[in-house]
Each structure stands twice: as structure tokens, then as C-alpha cells.
């Protein structure tokens, strides 16, 4: 059986295994892991119990409350949608899955990329052209790039545009945007844009969107687990396009979705009607999280460029992508010379989880690795409201022991020996 078909995900293993760790009392900073790391606000708990006795499957895209809400969602942010354009999952992950199976062609992929879209596409019997990102910002490859691989590759027939990117925690501009809709359109290419970390840009600016580009031939996906952090509720909505190819595209997905899951469980279903209506109690939440998310992520964006590597300065989301191969002498000292060896010395000599780069399609010689801040909000429910809360959130005892703890492991290993 091939990898691909028997692996468990880089992202869930990580998180299974620094847990692990710490349930047998060791202690380990956890920077592997995109779980929004957030309480859940009482008006959605209320929602939920209030509909713990919906137990009907329902129809397979979601019912009419959630797609009307989910529809008036998309409306508010620039992109006209009626409510049969939208299609409701547990999790944006399966979406994705469906639209890589369902889409005709190989799969484009910027690189790096989210684990999960290679492995999708695997499989689904595809093969993935890595096209890199530029230096100024991830999840959307650039242009001349793609336009040089897909000369290179006639089968290529849908390209997975990550707005804004995990890894990189970083935003495309608009025009790069433009362009790339603009090479995709030209050959003839479907566009599924996940815009997961949309409501997550730390100066609460909006995205720029592929489906503004490309509006006949891109699917966007998103959901619920990023910005409500919510994703063990696992709430996931696409948006197909309006006219014959979006009709097209819902009715394959839709049918993958009657075969695969069914619908999404039907109280969560009430959760996103109340979600997507984007009541204010529902905005004020989002706010606090994306400018505590941009918080600690500049902290620790200080302590990775502190020591001489380079990072992208995040604008969005909860990662950061620090490339230390300025530091390549100082580490290869400690034995330490491609991704799986940093990422290695990390866990199992200071108690520090991140994904190495080739997790993500990365070069596996680079000296560069995923960190996810978004489990530093402290271990229980009370602490992650104060910190929610907090005016001063690094300074708080367990954000500031993290950031000491990361500290201290970088200057050892960029110390020579
Ligand atoms: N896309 C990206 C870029 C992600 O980081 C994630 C993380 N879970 C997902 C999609 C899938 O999320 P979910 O299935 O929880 O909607
Ligand atoms: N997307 C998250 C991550 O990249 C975790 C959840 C998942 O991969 O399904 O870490």
C-alpha cells in the first residue's frame, strides 16, 4: 500500500505524541500543533445544547438555516452568494479531500504547503507539482513559477491556494493574487482557494480573494475551526461558484459527500446558522483572537529572528516558518543538519514540538520547521479566558514560561559547543 494510504497526518501525529509526552510528566513546549487553543463562548454553548436533540440526518450539503446563514456570510465579505452554492462538512478537511477527488487533473500544490493537501491528492490517485512561494509571503506560488511548471505539466487541472498560509502565517498581496488567478485562468485550471485563516489577519484587515479573480472556476473552502477555534466541533463549509461549472462542481462534491459523510451532525449545523450570521458577541471573540494570535506570534517571531534566523513576519493566523540556515554552522556543531535532525534535537533534547519543513513539502536539507504558537494560551479553560482577556498576555506566568523556555533552547543550539 502506498504511504500516502497508511501515514498518519504529520499534524495529528505530533499533537498525539507531545501529548503523550507530557501525560507521562515530561515537559514539553507544544509548537506542533494548529489547534486554535481557545475557550468556547457561552452564547455557542447555549446554541449547542439548545439543539442536542436535533438527531435527523438532513440534507447532504446542510439545512437551509446554515446555508442561508453561510450564504449571507460570503455576501457580507464582497462575494454574492445564494444558498445554493454552499455545501456544509465536518471540517473544511473532507471538503478538500472531495474537491481534490472530485476536480478533474493533477494537483498544484504552492510549496510549502498544508500537510493534508498532498496526502489528499495521493489519495485520490493524483500527482502533486510543487510550485515554491516567493520570499514576501506563502500559500500562493509565484506567478512565473507556475506559469514555467504548468508548461511543463498538461495534466495539471486544479491549483490549492492557501489565503492566508499555514504554514507561513503570512498573507498574499493582491496583485501576486491577480496574477496567479490570471496564469490559472489561462490555463484552464479550477482554483480551490482555502481561506480557513480569513477571519485572522492580526490587523483585522479582510483577504484578497481568488474567487474575485477567477469567480467561474474557484471553490473556496473554510469553516469554523481557525477563527471560532472550534475544530473539534469540526464545522467546514465550501462555496462553489455561481453558473454551469459551479453547478457542475457542487453536484460531484455533493455526491462524494452522500457516499463519504453523509452531512455534518445536525446540532452543529445550528452552531454555524448562529456563526455565520455574525452576531456581535460572535465578531467581538474573533477580535480578541486574531490580536492575541498576532501577540504571541510576534513575541515568538522576536526570539527565532533574535538568534539569526529567518522568518517571515507573521500578519495572520497562529504559525511561523523560521528558516535557521543562517545559523547552519553553529548547529551542525550540535549535529544538527537538515529539518528531521533540527526538529529532532528540538523535541528530544529541549523539550520542543514543531513540524519539520518537509512535513510540508519543503526541501528536506532546509533548516526550516513549522511552529504553531496557538497552544501557549495556558492548560485550562480559565487560563486560556485570561489570557483571551488580558491586556498583557505575554506577560502572563505560563505565555512567559513558554517564551523563556524557547529562549533558552535556541541560544543553546545556535551556541557553538
Ligand atoms: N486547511 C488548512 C490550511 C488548515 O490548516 C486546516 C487545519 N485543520 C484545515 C484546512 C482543515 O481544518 P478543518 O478540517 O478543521 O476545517
Ligand atoms: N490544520 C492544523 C495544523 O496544520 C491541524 C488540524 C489538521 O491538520 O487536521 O496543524
Redesign the pocket.
Known sequence: MPAALTAHSA?LAIDETLRARRAAGERVLHLGF??AGLPVPDPVLTVLRAAADRNGYGPVAGSPEAREAAAGWFSRRGLATHAAQIVLA???????YALLAALPGDVVLPRP??V??AAQSALAGKRVIGVPVPPEAGGVPDPEALAGALRAAPEAGVLVL?VP??PTGTVVDRDRLRAVCEVADRHGLAVVA?E??GELLHDGGTIPRAAAFLPERTVV??????SMAL?GW???LARVPDGPWGDAARARLVGVASEVWSALAAPMQAVAAYVLADPPEVRSHIDAARRLHGTVARAVHDEFTAVGADCRPPTA?FYLYPDLSPRRGALAAHGITDGASLATALLDRHGIGVLPGHAFGDDPQALRFRAATSLLYGDTTAERWETLRSAAPLDLPWVAAATTHLRQALRALTTHP
Do not use: F, V
Open positions: 499534524t494548529g489547534e465536518p471540517g473544511s478537511k473532507p471538503l478538500l504547503a498544508w493534508s493537501y492557501t498560509d499555514n482555502d480557513i485563516y473552502t473554510t469553516g469554523l475551526s481557525k475544530g469540526r464545522i467546514g493566523g
